[in-house]
């Protein structure tokens, strides 16, 4: 049997190319060698206030991103997760087995209570929810970018935790991390992480930005005052860059160095704005196509929604009779 995948994205804001090269690439690149099941996931987005006509429409600009960027639905499923309710069935069960002082501890909450006036116990319990997604289809690996990482630990735990208490009933997860992409940073600020939540003009690189735009945030990125390319010294900033054109061109370490060594950046940042053009143009196409095609979406995410619904009812069922609640 093939080893199984899960991964997810919140339907909130808009996609960036952080979220293409962290994850969203990645599972194309691995769509054929696993089962895979890629999750949009709308439990998560309302742990922070979502407006309910907003998120309708965000639940289908994802999946159609999904779509664009190569995912096929024949090979592997695309569901919205509070289509299958054994989500937040197995998410009460796993808080039960969860300290509150290891969710106090993340990074990712700490962050986004810190912007809230009234903290929402949704907030807090996200990274459970987390665990109940990938925990519940027995998956091995789960593609993500960097930042959850430690999500992704909590995970372990939890299901170690639960192994050890109630017997062996999960399999404990891997990370899997792109090994260039996993952080991109803010092109107006590289020591943030990009991030969809964040504010900036000038921040980040939308998947469904149109080229003159995309081309302006570039040539506007944050480097250094140094006159050109010095891989061995380069600032944040630089590398950031470097980051995104090898990224997308998939060029080796070698090959990187040579063409850029000594380069001015404002010829940087063209040959990075291009790059990223080229890429993006036909995604964009493919993006409006699918978007208008409301029907074939729907069908997509019912379809992958039955296909991973009865892997979901067998855990749940077997954590009940692990747990000795009522079957
Ligand atoms: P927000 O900042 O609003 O929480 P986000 O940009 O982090 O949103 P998510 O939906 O939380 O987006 O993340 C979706 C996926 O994209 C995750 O796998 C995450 O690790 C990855 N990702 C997010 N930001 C980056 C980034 N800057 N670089 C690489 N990967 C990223
Ligand atoms: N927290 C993740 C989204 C997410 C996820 C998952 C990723 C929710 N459930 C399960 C991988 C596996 C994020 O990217 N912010």
Same mark, same amino acid.
């Given at each position: 049997?093939?080893?199984?995948v899960?991964?997810?994205m &919140?339907?909130?804001?808009?996609? *960036?190319i ?13 769509? *054929? ?15 922070l206030? #979502?407006?309910?006509?907003?998120l !309708? ?14 995912i096929?639905?024949q ?40 912007? #809230?006036e ?5 907030l807090?319990?996200?990274?459970? +929810? ?15 970018g960097?930042? &959850? ?5 909590l995970? !372990?735990?939890?299901a #170690?935790?639960?192994n ?13 991390l792109?090994?260039?992409g ?8 590289p020591?943030q ?10 921040h ?21 005052s ?6 061995e010294?380069?600032g ?9 054109? #090898?990224?997308f061109s998939?060029?080796g ?5 040579? *063409?850029?060594?000594?380069?001015r ?5 063209k ?8 890429? +993006?143009e ?14 074939y ?15 979901a009812?067998?855990?749940v069922r +077997?954590v ?8």
């Amino acid at each position: 049997m093939k080893t199984r995948v899960f991964s997810g994205m &919140q339907p909130t804001g808009n996609l *960036h190319i952080g979220n293409y090269l962290g994850a969203l690439k990645n599972w194309v690149r691995i769509q *054929h060698d696993y089962e895979c099941i890629f999750c949009i996931v709308d439990l998560h987005a309302v742990t922070l206030y #979502q407006e309910p006509g907003e998120l !309708r429409a965000k639940i289908a600009e994802i999946a159609a991103l999904y779509l664009a960027a190569g995912i096929d639905p024949q090979v592997c499923s695309i569901m919205v997760q509070s289509a299958v309710p054994a989500h937040a069935e197995l998410a009460w069960m796993l808080t039960c087995v969860t300290p509150v002082g290891w969710l106090e501890r993340m990074t990712q909450y700490k962050t986004k209570a810190a912007k #809230q006036e009234s903290v929402s116990d949704g907030l807090l319990q996200y990274p459970v +929810l987390m665990a109940a997604d990938i925990l519940l289809y027995q998956a091995g690996i789960v593609p993500v970018g960097e930042d &959850q990482a430690q999500h992704l630990e909590l995970t !372990r735990d939890v299901a #170690q935790r639960f192994n050890s208490l109630y017997g062996d009933t999960f399999v404990v997860p891997g990370t899997s991390l792109p090994a260039v992409g996993a952080r991109i940073m803010g092109l107006d600020d590289p020591t943030q992480k990009m991030s969809k939540s964040a504010t900036g003009q000038n921040h980040a690189v939308a998947l469904l930005d149109p080229p003159d735009k995309i081309r302006k945030t570039i040539m506007r990125a944050t480097t250094d005052s140094s006159p050109g390319v010095d891989p061995e010294t380069a600032g944040p900033g630089v590398l950031n860059l470097l980051a995104i054109y #090898q990224a997308f061109s998939g060029d080796g370490d070698d090959e990187m160095k040579r *063409h850029f060594a000594g380069m001015r950046y404002g010829e940087l940042k063209k040959q990075v704005a291009e790059m990223v053009v080229t890429h +993006l143009e036909p995604f964009q196409q493919r993006y409006r196509q699918i978007i208008s095609d409301p029907g074939y979406l729907a069908a997509v995410l019912r379809d992958g929604a039955a296909r991973v619904a009865p892997i979901a009812n067998d855990t749940v069922r +077997l954590v009940k009779q692990r747990m000795g609640l009522y079957t």
